[in-house]
């Protein structure tokens, strides 16, 4: 039905008489099972098409599109984009769709035990993880391990000819642990993402949720004021995901909603700092052949040494900007306007040692996990979360846990001097490979 | 030919049934979401999105299969009613799940729409929109503006093996706009949105000028104002605050499947104090404002389901299963966003019904505060297993001797909901409730429509981030 629906559509927007036209459709067949603390509870599956047209008449751009249950839902989807475009303005920034479609060589996204579904597998697996956490520790218990696998099939084409295809697997698998001990309670939940399952260790999913939900235990909040702040890769992975990765998106720059507008070639962080995008990473969550309009993925720096190299541009972006597209094109479905986002962001490693790092924290946090830093304001760069799981350092001893206290700042001023510094270790969490960093003097709300 | 709801969710139900299914529910959905979107005077986007197909889940010796598919032809149902009972069967080797009983419902619920948004001329739908994005863009210190207007036409049919039969369709329409302004280095966004139940009409009878016009002028004042200095402040939180705080850190833990796994802080707490005594919380499926739940997905009468009476816990919100295993009933609470998805518990309409006190009265006596407004939140987020919850919060002003006086904005607050709800201590009498057809409540992966709100409150500790 896949290439069904990508004939039908193009035929149709050949006869419509549109100056330009792109067909965009995916096969996307998913599983998900779903565990609780009495065992595996149930199993969702499904499959659907789905198809995106982006029709242009002149400089009038429509995009249309949703889930097809028939092949003949193609005439419908085409026919309201053609009655719909031609009423519409004319945007003056509109130059082409991409000319030249391409696809990269990317290892490691196709993981055969997931496309070929061995369910009562992965059935085992979670119940296995249901029941591990309490050889672990005796105080855990699971409260949900959830496990998706899916399997998606992607066809890009334009009225300029060129055709591209791929297919990805995709697994996430969460635990969450809960620990009760002595009248109080933690809980924590470890993720696994990625294309394939070679990196996936049950054992050590398990492991790093019950401590985190035993770090967990008798926190309480520090006073209000300033610290300096260890971020695990999770919590830096999140502040660059909410603050930074918005930031260096081309739309968002050519809008003036972006710090970073007007400081290519400039230092906007420590020295310390580089980050790379590359959609070409082997075996990272956003590694694919192409982007989602049919442009190649590729390897680029975009923060060298602190200073910004590059921002991320699709198509639309890089026409306004004289620049070629980096393979970012982002819609998550095919019937929205595509955007620039990242593919994945690796930040380059650093020379401590995470233990170095800690015992010469004399007032301080490490800070494991944090709720809401996604609602940060990448427009003015503030940083806001809230800590939900970190711990209390003085002159090198950790005190005590602490969480329910808000931390907050400028990233662009906490991140600047070269008093920031990472960690040689790095963690791969999802589209994200980064190590722990060691931000100074972060401000703190909490008691009093 | 197949060509009725009806008659394709009748082949599912008896398919399955008669191949051995103890439980048959089969949901069928055609979902349409519009937006135009204009940013910076430039047409962003005008999208169109389509959702449509068929769920199934079926319950087969305690075993639970649920498939959808897109493909609504006889082989394309016949086939997932094979794969759900395969599934079933093979799952009711690990957990036993059974289903509270229900009274069946047979019924057709639609909201009254007086021009359907889908009729309407889309040259004069992006006119609108055109109109209100290039007037702000105009506005010294505005710097970039972000227009939008949406419609969603939801239309359901639910049937079970237990004789429900319900037939829904919702229509939304909404419009939003966010500006960002610009001082000196400093850039401040302010979005605002209204959300209508029912049709085009309700564009029409708005002056969307004046609205953008509030919101640029907040943001500009906004760009220029300072951030609150950090610590606990005595709060007054506004509506639509007090509603963003009790859906998201009380309403979660107030869901039945969170209580059942041990995710929840208020597992256990069932009779117990969890708020002051000023506090009385709800769910309820039909309100004023709100996103209307007659019937959940389970295709049970959602009506009004009464979480804390007085401060005390008095139920949890539940599904047919959840209701199994707490040993209650289900009170209505079992939504999709989608026929891609199973249900989860979900809230409805959740909001805190109020008391006697005018608003004035709750800024009488506090001499150092902060007047929470809610209007242009970005959201929150909640961890329901310990109860800590965190806000992003929009423009908002410092009390100083009972009067709201100083704008400070990048206001963030945080704090335990046991501790906040605890420490309430006034409750006024504006009840408001509103919805939102641009965004939705998230959870699992799946995003569903609520309706949230309640009077102004309160509450004498509330921790407030800033620089």
């Given at each position: 039905m896949l290439y069904d629906i990508v004939e039908r559509s193009l035929k149709l927007c050949s006869r419509y008489g549109f100056n330009e036209f792109e067909v965009y459709v995916v096969n996307d067949v998913g599983t998900e099972v779903l565990g609780i603390d009495k065992g595996v509870e149930k199993v969702v599956s499904g499959e659907e098409f789905l198809l995106g047209v982006r029709v242009v008449m002149g400089r009038k751009v429509c995009v249309y599109g949703g889930m097809v249950s028939r092949v003949e839902d193609v005439d419908v989807l085409v026919n309201s984009a053609s009655k719909i475009v031609r009423t519409l303005p004319e945007d003056r920034g509109w130059v082409s769709l991409p000319k030249k479609l391409g696809t990269s060589v990317v290892e490691g996204i196709v993981d055969v035990g997931i496309k070929d579904l061995e369910l009562d597998r992965y059935v085992e697996l979670v119940n296995y993880m249901i029941k591990k956490p309490r050889d672990v520790d005796r105080r855990a218990f699971t409260t949900n391990v959830n496990m998706y696998l899916g399997y998606v099939r992607r066809v890009i084409t334009n009225n300029y000819g060129d055709v591209v295809e791929d297919e990805r697997t995709r697994t996430s698998i969460s635990v969450s642990v809960k620990v009760v001990d002595n009248g109080d309670e933690s809980g924590y939940t470890e993720n696994y993402s990625a294309p394939n399952l070679s990196r996936f260790n049950p054992d050590e999913l398990v492991v790093k949720a019950v401590e985190g939900a035993v770090r967990g235990l008798r926190s309480k909040r520090v006073y209000t004021g300033s610290y300096d702040v260890v971020l695990m890769p999770r919590v830096f992975t999140s502040l660059i995901n909410s603050l930074i990765a918005p930031a260096l998106c081309a739309d968002q720059v050519q809008k003036g909603r972006s710090p970073l507008k007007g400081m290519l070639g400039l230092k906007v962080f420590s020295e310390n700092i580089t980050v790379v995008d590359d959609g070409t990473y082997p075996g990272m969550l956003g590694s694919k052949c192409f982007d989602d309009e049919g442009i190649p993925t590729k390897r680029k720096v975009l923060i060298d040494k602190g200073v910004l190299m590059s921002y991320l541009y699709d198509t639309y972006t890089a026409n306004i900007d004289s620049k070629e597209s980096t393979g970012n094109a982002f819609r998550p479905t095919p019937h929205t306007v595509p955007k620039p986002w990242i593919s994945n962001i690796v930040v380059e490693r650093g020379n401590y040692e995470l233990d170095t790092l800690i015992s010469e924290l004399r007032n301080g946090l490490v800070i494991y996990d944090v709720i809401g830093m996604w609602l940060s304001n990448p427009v003015s760069g503030l940083l806001n979360a809230t800590v939900a799981n970190a711990v209390y350092v003085d002159r090198g001893d950790v005190k005590h846990s602490v969480k329910g206290v808000v931390i907050t700042g400028d990233v662009y001023e906490l991140l600047k001097t070269d008093e920031v510094v990472l960690t040689s270790s790095k963690e791969v969490l999802g589209r994200y490979e980064v190590p722990a960093v060691y931000i100074p003097k972060i401000s703190v709300a909490g008691e009093g | 030919?197949?060509?009725?709801?009806?008659?394709?969710?009748?082949?599912?139900?008896?398919?399955?049934?008669?191949?051995?299914?103890?439980?048959?529910?089969?949901?069928?959905?055609?979902?349409?979401?519009?937006?135009?979107?204009?940013?910076?005077?430039?047409?962003?986007?005008?999208?169109?999105?389509?959702?449509?197909?068929?769920?199934?889940?079926?319950?087969?010796?305690?075993?639970?299969?649920?498939?959808?598919?897109?493909?609504?032809?006889?082989?394309?149902?016949?086939?997932?009613?094979?794969?759900?009972?395969?599934?079933?069967?093979?799952?009711?080797?690990?957990?036993?799940?059974?289903?509270?009983?229900?009274?069946?419902?047979?019924?057709?619920?639609?909201?009254?729409?007086?021009?359907?948004?889908?009729?309407?001329?889309?040259?004069?739908?992006?006119?609108?929109?055109?109109?209100?994005?290039?007037?702000?863009?105009?506005?010294?210190?505005?710097?970039?503006?972000?227009?939008?207007?949406?419609?969603?036409?939801?239309?359901?049919?639910?049937?079970?093996?237990?004789?429900?039969?319900?037939?829904?369709?919702?229509?939304?329409?909404?419009?939003?706009?966010?500006?960002?302004?610009?001082?000196?280095?400093?850039?401040?966004?302010?979005?605002?949105?209204?959300?209508?139940?029912?049709?085009?009409?309700?564009?029409?009878?708005?002056?969307?000028?004046?609205?953008?016009?509030?919101?640029?002028?907040?943001?500009?004042?906004?760009?220029?104002?300072?951030?609150?200095?950090?610590?606990?402040?005595?709060?007054?939180?506004?509506?639509?605050?007090?509603?963003?705080?009790?859906?998201?850190?009380?309403?979660?833990?107030?869901?039945?499947?969170?209580?059942?796994?041990?995710?929840?802080?208020?597992?256990?707490?069932?009779?117990?104090?969890?708020?002051?005594?000023?506090?009385?919380?709800?769910?309820?499926?039909?309100?004023?404002?709100?996103?209307?739940?007659?019937?959940?997905?389970?295709?049970?009468?959602?009506?009004?389901?009464?979480?804390?009476?007085?401060?005390?816990?008095?139920?949890?919100?539940?599904?047919?299963?959840?209701?199994?295993?707490?040993?209650?009933?289900?009170?209505?609470?079992?939504?999709?966003?989608?026929?891609?998805?199973?249900?989860?518990?979900?809230?409805?309409?959740?909001?805190?019904?109020?008391?006697?006190?005018?608003?004035?009265?709750?800024?009488?006596?506090?001499?150092?505060?902060?007047?929470?407004?809610?209007?242009?939140?970005?959201?929150?987020?909640?961890?329901?297993?310990?109860?800590?919850?965190?806000?992003?919060?929009?423009?908002?002003?410092?009390?100083?001797?009972?009067?709201?006086?100083?704008?400070?904005?990048?206001?963030?607050?945080?704090?335990n909901i046991l501790e906040t709800l605890m420490s309430v201590d006034a409750v006024a009498k504006d009840l408001k409730v509103v919805t939102n057809v641009f965004g939705g409540c998230g959870k699992d992966s799946q995003t569903v429509k609520v309706g949230f709100g309640g009077p102004h409150i309160r509450v004498r500790k509330l921790v407030v981030g800033g620089l």
């Amino acid at each position: 039905m896949l290439y069904d629906i990508v004939e039908r559509s193009l035929k149709l927007c050949s006869r419509y008489g549109f100056n330009e036209f792109e067909v965009y459709v995916v096969n996307d067949v998913g599983t998900e099972v779903l565990g609780i603390d009495k065992g595996v509870e149930k199993v969702v599956s499904g499959e659907e098409f789905l198809l995106g047209v982006r029709v242009v008449m002149g400089r009038k751009v429509c995009v249309y599109g949703g889930m097809v249950s028939r092949v003949e839902d193609v005439d419908v989807l085409v026919n309201s984009a053609s009655k719909i475009v031609r009423t519409l303005p004319e945007d003056r920034g509109w130059v082409s769709l991409p000319k030249k479609l391409g696809t990269s060589v990317v290892e490691g996204i196709v993981d055969v035990g997931i496309k070929d579904l061995e369910l009562d597998r992965y059935v085992e697996l979670v119940n296995y993880m249901i029941k591990k956490p309490r050889d672990v520790d005796r105080r855990a218990f699971t409260t949900n391990v959830n496990m998706y696998l899916g399997y998606v099939r992607r066809v890009i084409t334009n009225n300029y000819g060129d055709v591209v295809e791929d297919e990805r697997t995709r697994t996430s698998i969460s635990v969450s642990v809960k620990v009760v001990d002595n009248g109080d309670e933690s809980g924590y939940t470890e993720n696994y993402s990625a294309p394939n399952l070679s990196r996936f260790n049950p054992d050590e999913l398990v492991v790093k949720a019950v401590e985190g939900a035993v770090r967990g235990l008798r926190s309480k909040r520090v006073y209000t004021g300033s610290y300096d702040v260890v971020l695990m890769p999770r919590v830096f992975t999140s502040l660059i995901n909410s603050l930074i990765a918005p930031a260096l998106c081309a739309d968002q720059v050519q809008k003036g909603r972006s710090p970073l507008k007007g400081m290519l070639g400039l230092k906007v962080f420590s020295e310390n700092i580089t980050v790379v995008d590359d959609g070409t990473y082997p075996g990272m969550l956003g590694s694919k052949c192409f982007d989602d309009e049919g442009i190649p993925t590729k390897r680029k720096v975009l923060i060298d040494k602190g200073v910004l190299m590059s921002y991320l541009y699709d198509t639309y972006t890089a026409n306004i900007d004289s620049k070629e597209s980096t393979g970012n094109a982002f819609r998550p479905t095919p019937h929205t306007v595509p955007k620039p986002w990242i593919s994945n962001i690796v930040v380059e490693r650093g020379n401590y040692e995470l233990d170095t790092l800690i015992s010469e924290l004399r007032n301080g946090l490490v800070i494991y996990d944090v709720i809401g830093m996604w609602l940060s304001n990448p427009v003015s760069g503030l940083l806001n979360a809230t800590v939900a799981n970190a711990v209390y350092v003085d002159r090198g001893d950790v005190k005590h846990s602490v969480k329910g206290v808000v931390i907050t700042g400028d990233v662009y001023e906490l991140l600047k001097t070269d008093e920031v510094v990472l960690t040689s270790s790095k963690e791969v969490l999802g589209r994200y490979e980064v190590p722990a960093v060691y931000i100074p003097k972060i401000s703190v709300a909490g008691e009093g | 030919m197949i060509t009725t709801y009806e008659e394709l969710a009748s082949l599912a139900l008896e398919e399955a049934l008669k191949k051995g299914a103890d439980h048959v529910l089969v949901r069928i959905q055609e979902k349409l979401y519009e937006v135009i979107i204009y940013d910076c005077g430039v047409l962003k986007s005008y999208s169109v999105g389509r959702v449509s197909g068929l769920g199934i889940r079926v319950l087969v010796s305690g075993g639970v299969g649920y498939v959808y598919t897109a493909s609504l032809d006889r082989g394309g149902i016949v086939g997932s009613v094979e794969k759900a009972l395969s599934i079933a069967r093979s799952l009711s080797r690990y957990a036993q799940v059974g289903y509270v009983s229900i009274k069946p419902v047979k019924d057709f619920f639609k909201v009254n729409v007086g021009v359907d948004p889908y009729d309407v001329d889309p040259e004069v739908k992006v006119g609108l929109v055109k109109e209100v994005n290039t007037s702000s863009m105009r506005k010294d210190g505005i710097k970039s503006v972000v227009t939008r207007l949406a419609y969603e036409v939801d239309r359901k049919y639910i049937t079970s093996s237990d004789g429900v039969s319900i037939k829904s369709e919702v229509t939304l329409v909404g419009f939003s706009h966010t500006a960002v302004a610009k001082y000196g280095m400093i850039s401040e966004k302010v979005s605002n949105s209204k959300t209508f139940v029912g049709g085009y009409e309700f564009v029409e009878s708005h002056d969307w000028l004046a609205f953008a016009d509030e919101v640029d002028s907040l943001a500009i004042k906004a760009s220029q104002a300072k951030t609150p200095t950090p610590g606990t402040y005595v709060a007054v939180l506004d509506n639509e605050a007090v509603g963003l705080l009790v859906h998201e850190a009380f309403g979660h833990a107030s869901e039945g499947d969170l209580v059942i796994t041990g995710s929840s802080v208020l597992r256990g707490m069932v009779g117990e104090r969890v708020a002051n005594e000023l506090v009385s919380i709800v769910d309820e499926g039909v309100v004023d404002g709100g996103y209307p739940v007659p019937y959940d997905d389970e295709g049970v009468s959602k009506g009004r389901t009464v979480v804390v009476k007085d401060g005390i816990l008095n139920e949890f919100l539940s599904s047919r299963y959840v209701g199994s295993r707490l040993g209650r009933r289900s009170t209505g609470n079992a939504r999709v966003q989608d026929i891609t998805y199973d249900s989860l518990v979900r809230q409805t309409n959740y909001y805190v019904e109020p008391k006697d006190l005018s608003i004035d009265e709750l800024f009488e006596g506090v001499s150092h505060g902060i007047y929470v407004v809610g209007r242009g939140a970005s959201g929150g987020e909640v961890d329901p297993s310990i109860g800590t919850y965190t806000f992003s919060i929009g423009p908002s002003y410092i009390i100083k001797n009972g009067e709201p006086t100083e704008l400070v904005r990048g206001v963030v607050v945080s704090g335990n909901i046991l501790e906040t709800l605890m420490s309430v201590d006034a409750v006024a009498k504006d009840l408001k409730v509103v919805t939102n057809v641009f965004g939705g409540c998230g959870k699992d992966s799946q995003t569903v429509k609520v309706g949230f709100g309640g009077p102004h409150i309160r509450v004498r500790k509330l921790v407030v981030g800033g620089l």
